[in-house]
């Protein structure tokens, strides 16, 4: 599963500030990859997930690049139906148009960056670390979730909503069989 997180700056973003809003969140502790620097660094990012005494590790592909909210927007208009023109148009007032819509556009206008982040949901423990580094990006950073298999974008007033997603990817993870690793130290 993809979800793409717009954020206005990347600086905002704290590991530190991420594992507080997990732990209080989640009641679970985590720690993160003593080398992991969220600017450079691409690929799997790794974190040690203790539960009930026990050590695990679990993670999420994370990639970063610089988001463009006018080539954002003329990409939508451009596959957006086009309006048939008539005497009658010509004359009716013109209907603002928007992207997604104008609470989305107005925060994604704000916007410089593109987080992508991936899971497979085979590891028990991606979704909800997944789910709770968006929340947090969401939450802290000003940031915009678009969901690309529901094809839904979520704000903060949405946290709810992506809690309940959360555990709905755990559920169907923990009825298919997903696993875990233990922590064997990092590589």
Known sequence: MDLNIYIPNIENISLNEFKEFFENNFFSNIELHPQINL???SGFIPFKYIKDGKEYVTGFEYYLSEFNFNDFYNEAMEDSPKEKLSLFSIFKKKKVKYAVNELI???LSKCNYDILLTFSGVDIFEPRIT??????????????????????YYTSDSLKTLY????YEEKCGAESGAIYHLFEGWN
């Not at 968006?134 to 839904?152: E, H, P």
């Open 164 to 167: 309940n997603n959360m555990e």
């Open 105 to 107: 556009d107005s925060k």
């Open 131 to 152: 789910y709770a580094f968006a929340m947090y990006l969401i939450k802290y950073c000003q940031g915009v979730l678009y969901n690309t298999y529901d094809g839904v």
């Open 39 to 41: 600017k450079e660094d």
